[in-house]
């Protein structure tokens, strides 16, 4: 079932709804109190609207094992990321399953994600169907006022309650030295906005546990796992890995062949952003066995590209690659055999290729390293644009659709069928 953007809207909103409810439950027996567990002020817990989507959308042809598996490493890897960038906004652990048996960094642990699993598994067959009945039975101008106001109220939520908690491990002396310019009637407001939130996430997480947070960081380019070091391990991993494929479809079929991702450049995407999310997820374990790094990237990768699959297919309506005729494949969109290679390439680059390219990246002079990440940044979003545009267009043109606007007659003119065949030579029309 292809849903339209509203319609995932309304499972997004929805389902952060039973996840304030799921969460305020389970905090009020605890508690024996009522207690807010959202992020926001609003009753939604965001994390369970983004990960039932993402499940929605991503493992719609999946049944039985493979649904619940694949419903169980993306609700951990969302467990995990969510825990650690409040750790990292705020200086906070805000939940902790470090006494419970199997967990990791007390962020996730085996029996939540089976529990997710199984949940994400009666919201397959039976909540989404039920939740588009209601949502079919609402008038179609109400609907779209509905999922409107809530974006809007959302959105102004959100962006008040980021902006008051990032204050919220300074005191508040610094409150007012940050904001001198406002007058004393919005700082008085600001302050009473910021003691309700506060109070509001302390009572939320009596556990919460403050994190010490080294301040001394060597003056150096890019050093450690920041936006600069992992825009420019993107970029890298990116030609690597194109590199990579282009030899292997050498080496195994005897032709060069074109593996970019992009109509600019030999780059695939899809590597660079393995490469900067493994540097991301991994970097605090870049020191752990062999064994857990490749059973990391074993089953992270195989969901990885399983989703990159499933994109590609629903918004450019192509096929780039299908593993049908080898064995112990998905749905032809990934294999064991490939998923074992992305435990090795785990492994390979957290612990020979990361430390060599992460010291020769530093070694960057800090002010034309940050000149070139930003040119780094236009190329590759300028880069990326028009080759979305170029294969929109040519899943337009393979349905017979003609070129009215300007951007298609560009498209058009630039990236005809010819052209576009030689940068995406496995290509295929969906279905």
């Not at 996730?108 to 909540?127: D, T």
């Not at 612990?351 to 780094?376: Q, R």
Request: aromatic fraction near 16%; charge should be positive; charged fraction near 20%.
């Amino acid at each position: 079932m292809i849903y339209t953007g509203y319609e995932i809207l309304w499972l997004f909103f929805v389902y952060s709804f039973f996840g304030w409810i799921l969460e305020t439950l389970a905090a009020a027996m605890k508690q024996k109190r009522f207690v807010n567990r959202g992020l926001v002020n609003a009753p939604l817990c965001v994390i369970y609207g983004i990960g039932a989507v993402m499940i929605t959308v991503v493992c719609q042809e999946l049944t039985g094992f493979w649904l619940f598996l694949y419903s169980v490493i993306t609700a951990t890897v969302l467990e995990w990321s969510a825990g650690h960038l409040i750790e990292r906004m705020y200086h906070e652990r805000w939940w902790d399953y470090s006494k419970r048996r199997w967990n990791l960094d007390g962020y996730v642990c085996a029996s939540a994600s089976i529990f997710w699993g199984f949940l994400s598994m009666v919201m397959m067959k039976w909540g989404n169907t039920l939740l588009m009945q209601v949502f079919h039975m609402l008038p179609e101008v109400f609907r779209i006022i509905l999922i409107l106001a809530l974006l809007i109220l959302l959105g102004l939520d959100l962006a008040a309650t980021l902006i008051i908690m990032s204050g919220r491990s300074r005191r508040m002396q610094q409150w007012e030295a940050v904001d001198e310019w406002l007058t004393e009637i919005s700082s008085s407001l600001g302050r009473k906005i910021y003691s309700s939130v506060d109070a509001r996430i302390q009572r939320a997480y009596p556990e919460a546990k403050v994190q010490k947070v080294s301040r001394e960081v060597p003056d150096v380019f890019a050093y450690g796992c920041s936006f600069d070091k992992i825009l420019w391990l993107f970029v890298i991993g990116a030609f690597l890995g194109d590199l990579t494929e282009t030899i292997f479809c050498r080496v195994t079929a005897g032709v060069w062949m074109s593996r970019s991702s992009v109509v600019w450049g030999p780059f695939s995407i899809v590597w660079g952003l393995a490469i900067a999310a493994a540097t991301l997820l991994l970097y605090r374990y870049r020191d752990s066995s062999d064994g857990f790094l490749f059973a990391a990237g074993t089953f992270l990768g195989g969901a990885y590209e399983y989703l990159c699959s499933v994109f590609t297919e629903l918004v450019f309506g192509k096929v780039f690659w299908d593993y049908s005729e080898i064995p112990f494949n998905l749905g032809g969109r990934i294999n064991l055999l490939y998923c074992f290679f992305w435990g090795i390439a785990a492994v390979v680059w957290m612990k020979l290729l990361y430390p060599v390219l992460s010291s020769l990246i530093e070694k960057i002079p800090k002010k034309a390293g940050k000149i070139l990440t930003w040119v780094l940044v236009l190329f590759m979003c300028c880069n990326i644009a028009v080759s979305c545009m170029a294969l929109v267009r040519s899943d337009q043109r393979s349905r017979g659709i003609g070129a009215e606007k300007g951007w298609q007659k560009m498209m058009d003119e630039r990236f005809d069928d010819e052209r576009l065949n030689r940068i995406y030579p496995n290509a295929l029309d969906a279905g």
